[in-house]
């Protein structure tokens, strides 16, 4: 071997040695609590109603326990006991709790999550009348005023909001959206339209001449839109509807949407019927009814086979509802739907 070589060999060899020592140095210790949380788990489900149980340790005497949920905190003297929750909405929640043993606290915070108590009722629908709906448009938002009905479709480069008659299909006025946006949710509001964007963060405002008068920014995804007492629900995608200010389009409250299984994900297009919030599901052949109160789904309008074999071909999924409260009428559609249907909605079993 020469003495390059050997030279080389001793540099590698010292090296490896110093990475070695550098590996075995001891890291800073983790900071370890001095009290846990036995119950509730992370993400344990509870029915709505249902007292939870709460087992709290430490080596120790544990003096007090606090709980703190929806703003309210409650004290308790022992380690373990349980809780009533007072709130009826349904969803995740995250649980404070505060321990204070030998002069000192800790800080926990367990999510848990609120399921219905009752699953929701099966319904059907049936067809009252058919209508002809423009095959391009891809609808994302529909409503009815004044005895015509507004659509938002998307697509870029070929989004647009549209006033139509209702009986013959036949577009009155259209307004183009600029390539860069996604037409999504429509909603209706102290005579002005709101429609969202898909990933643009821009609602746009019009008067019922289809002229924009204002616009609002937000974060992150755009999907349903409709209007409820006074303010405007929005979906994003999720689970959850946000409550928004239609004067700022701030975000006042937040309302998540659960079935006595879990959460439903997906929430797109949004209708308010006789107090309730009716909502596509993307990608599904169903409708759900929601509690606006408490987001629990009340109902499971099944919509499959509204359209015939032949049809279907070329079409992409439901997305549509309006409510025609001067008739009181309720329409759907789809995205590419041919055919827009006047439908009443029954219970599967009827008592």
Known sequence: MSKTSIALLALILFACGGETEKSERPTSPRIRKETKIVEPKTNQK?????????Q????????SVSIELDGKATNFTDSIFEYTVS???????RIKTTVY????????????????????????YQVINTYPHDKSDYTQGLLIAD????????????????KKEIESGKTLEQVNLSDDFFGEGLALINDKL?????????????????????????????????????RLLMTNSTEKITIRDPATFSSIDELEVY????KIDSINELEVIDGLIYANVYQEDFIVVIDPETGAVLQKIDMSNLLSAGERDGIDVLNGIAYDREKDRIFVTGKLWPKLFEVKFLPKNPL
């Open 147 to 162: 005895g015509f009905l507004y659509e938002s479709t998307g697509q870029r480069g070929s989004s647009t909001l549209e």
């Open 194 to 230: 709101y429609q969202l964007t898909y990933t643009s963060g821009a609602c746009l405002v019009y008067n019922k001449g289809l002229e924009q008068v204002n616009s609002f920014n937000y974060q992150g995804e755009g999907w349903g839109l409709c209007e409820f007492d006074g």
């Open 259 to 262: 079935d006595n299984s879990g």
């Open 46 to 54: 509870f029915v709505s109603g249902e007292q939870i149980k709460f």
């Open 87 to 93: 709130s009826r909405k349904v969803g995740s929640k």
């Open 56 to 63: 709290v340790t430490s080596d120790s005497r544990i003096d």
């Open 101 to 124: 043993f030998s002069g000192k606290k800790e800080t926990h915070y367990t999510k848990t999550i609120f399921l219905p108590n009752i699953a929701p009722e099966e319904y059907t």
